[in-house]
């Protein structure tokens, strides 16, 4: 069980799911440079759902940490908690963006310039309540999984900026079909540094912490494992030169 002085060894951790997300990210790209399936590689804005990108790492290297951290002895006080936190923080992120779009316009409609930075500003502070909430449940899994999340998204923020400047054609430099035509300034503030470092760190913690919650309600710690830990001794007598009195009664 975790307490207040465990502190996991985050960047041994992340290292490798980092460098997979990274891989994953050029090879998307590179897909969608020699025009590859928009099954694999869609090139519409958003992603469109293809089946090569980082989004479908998040549930995997959720629970990949989090049997990492219960095997060292860092799982949660209660997976429960952990697992009610991440959802109550997927309900929250829902209400708040069903919010933010009828007060600002459907995205994928139609959307004033002051509409479009409301509903960037507004997913940004939703995004943040919810990620603070997550840290309450499981302060060790917090920090691994948020390290992850920005070191897989910076990337994809960095090949965001490379394609727009470069006009590549790629998904990455693609707005949602509602927002306006705006500077390449303004265009990568909000289709890019905001999304990136706002909604999909969140997105990254409520689903990582969710697998992980589950994974950590599954698995116990190392050596406690059926088997790995001795039976407590049965109380026996003490020996007979151990007590005086009945050591009086030996012939």
């Not at 069903?98 to 995004?127: E, K, R, T």
């Not at 920090?143 to 990337?155: D, G, K, V």
């Not at 390449?184 to 990254?204: D, E, G, R, V």
């Amino acid at each position: 069980m975790e307490t207040s002085h465990s502190v996991p060894n985050v960047k041994r951790l992340i290292m490798v799911p980092a460098l997979i997300a990274l891989a994953i990210t050029i090879f998307r790209l590179v897909g969608e440079l020699v025009g590859g399936s928009s099954v694999f590689f869609n090139r519409e804005a958003g992603g469109g759902g293809a089946l090569v990108g980082i989004v479908w790492l998040v549930p995997i290297f959720g629970v990949y940490f989090a049997v990492k951290l219960v095997r060292q002895g860092l799982g949660p006080a209660s997976a429960g908690k952990v697992i009610v936190l991440a959802l109550a923080g997927l309900v929250i992120a829902g209400v708040a963006t069903a919010l933010i779009f009828s007060l600002f316009g459907d995205p994928n409609v139609s959307v004033s310039f002051g509409g479009a930075i409301g509903q960037q500003l507004g997913i940004a502070i939703a995004s943040l309540v919810v990620v603070l909430i997550l840290r309450k449940g499981w302060p060790a899994f917090f920090q691994t999984m948020l390290s992850y999340a920005f070191a897989s998204r910076i990337p994809v923020l960095i090949v965001m900026l490379i394609t727009m400047l470069g006009d590549w054609g790629t998904h990455y430099e693609l707005g949602p079909a509602g927002y306006p035509e705006m500077g390449f300034l303004t265009k990568f503030i909000l289709i890019a540094l905001f999304p990136q470092m706002t909604f999909w760190i969140m997105f990254t913690m409520v689903f990582g912490t969710l697998c992980g919650g589950i994974a950590a309600a599954l698995v116990r710690p190392k050596g406690t494992a059926e088997g790995d830990v001795a039976p407590a001794p049965e109380d026996t007598a003490p020996a007979p030169d151990d007590d005086p009195e009945k050591a009086e009664d030996i012939p």
